[in-house]
């Protein structure tokens, strides 16, 4: 390969401490290899999590950052069948190491995607619109006419949860954070499809569910946050309902009330695509992530990013961390 540039951390830690920007020497490109030239990588929650070392799976240090992303074909070894150079590709499932100008993996690795999708969304596809898709489909079957709860909608997954459940003709409860612009961001997810969006302090009241105009109980609830914003998930639920807990933005415990358990027997799971990756069902991941670039492709499935120069990471870095208020997802482009 070509000499790489990459974001290395040599240790865990704060990742705008420990993240460097490496001239990385040349890797040989064995016969199975492929040699990609990166167009684009996001900063998810897992790659902060990661080199903070508080993530069950992650790569041996010192270590590129970044676990998905999208490519063009540089070069590929002599064994290398499927895959020929200018051929546009994302790392499907994920991998490690995306937040560098080239990357040389297995042709396995590696998955064709079509040029019509942006960039941006198919560096994008395989983690958080996955793991939207799954827990639509993995928890409880949902009808047209049925209903979801989630918190945290503004996120990636809960924009993708917003349209997944429209496309489905499922209605959706959004819960979101006051902070500034949340009455824009209301506009926002009811132009995706959201049926209500509140946010947390609107919800200080006993009775939630006087709140739905037409909409049933819903049956299945998200939870990205924890903390309170996971108890307003649980009083939307109906009888026997499940919450699903896919991530831990607060940073807070979920409690749940004695009497939801004992009146209403809500359960509580939780979902990890890392783990459904190890399933024989993620044979499927690579035919998931083509449904849902053709739904980007019809203009059926949108979420915002911000789409930042590799060269200004460390700009990028700190709206990931949430540092500058929050902004739209983060999306180098090489
Ligand atoms: P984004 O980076 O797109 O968005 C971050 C979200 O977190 C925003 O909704 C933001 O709200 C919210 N947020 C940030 N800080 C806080 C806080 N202190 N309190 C409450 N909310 C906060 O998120 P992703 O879509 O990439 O990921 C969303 C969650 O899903 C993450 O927790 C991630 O780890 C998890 N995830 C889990 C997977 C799994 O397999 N279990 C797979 C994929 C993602 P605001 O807009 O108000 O700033």
Redesign the pocket.
């Known amino acids: 390969s070509p000499p790489s540039k990459g974001f290395v951390y040599e240790q865990h830690g704060p990742p705008d401490q420990v993240l460097r920007m490496v001239e990385l020497p040349p890797v040989p490109v064995k016969e199975n290899d492929v040699c990609v030239k990166m167009l684009a990588a996001?900063?998810?929650?897992?790659d902060i999590?990661r080199i903070e070392g508080v993530y069950p799976i992650r790569p041996q240090v010192p270590a590129v950052g970044g676990s998905e992303g999208v490519g063009e074909v540089h070069a590929v070894g002599s064994a290398v069948k499927s895959l020929s150079v200018g051929d546009r590709v994302i790392a499907c499932p994920t991998t490690f190491g995306t937040w560098q100008t080239y990357v040389v993996k297995e042709e396995s690795v590696w998955h064709k995607v079509s040029k019509n999708v942006p960039i941006e969304y198919a560096a994008t596809v395989t983690?958080?619109p996955m793991?939207a898709l799954r827990m639509m489909e993995d928890f409880v079957e949902l009808n047209p006419g049925d209903a979801i709860v989630q918190n945290?909608?503004?996120?990636?997954?809960?924009?993708c949860i917003v349209q997944l459940a429209r496309i489905r003709g499922v209605q959706s409860i959004n819960l979101?954070?006051e902070?500034p612009g949340?009455e824009e961001?209301k506009e926002k997810l009811k132009k995706l499809g959201a049926n209500e969006v509140f946010t947390e302090n609107q919800l200080e009241i006993k009775n939630v569910k006087s709140l739905l105009n037409n909409i049933q109980e819903p049956a299945l609830g998200f939870n990205?946050?924890g903390?309170n914003?996971a108890s307003l998930v649980q009083k939307f639920l109906r009888q026997g309902g499940t919450m699903v807990t896919?991530?831990?933005?607060?940073?807070k415990p979920i409690t749940v009330s004695t009497s939801s358990f004992i009146f209403k027997d809500l359960s509580l799971r939780?979902?990890?695509?890392?783990?459904?990756m190890n399933t024989e069902k993620a044979q499927d991941c690579r035919a998931m992530a083509d449904q849902l670039l053709s739904f980007v492709e019809q203009g059926e499935l949108k979420?915002e990013m911000e789409l930042v120069p590799f060269i200004e990471f460390d700009t990028a870095l700190n709206y990931?961390l949430?540092k500058s208020?929050?902004?739209?997802?983060q999306v180098l482009t090489f």
């Open positions: 996001p900063i998810n929650p897992s999590n983690v958080n793991t945290g909608s503004s996120s990636m997954v809960g924009q979101i954070r902070r949340s961001l990205c946050v903390g914003a896919y991530g831990g933005m607060a940073k939780g979902f990890w695509l890392q783990k459904w979420y990931a949430g208020g929050s902004r739209p997802k």
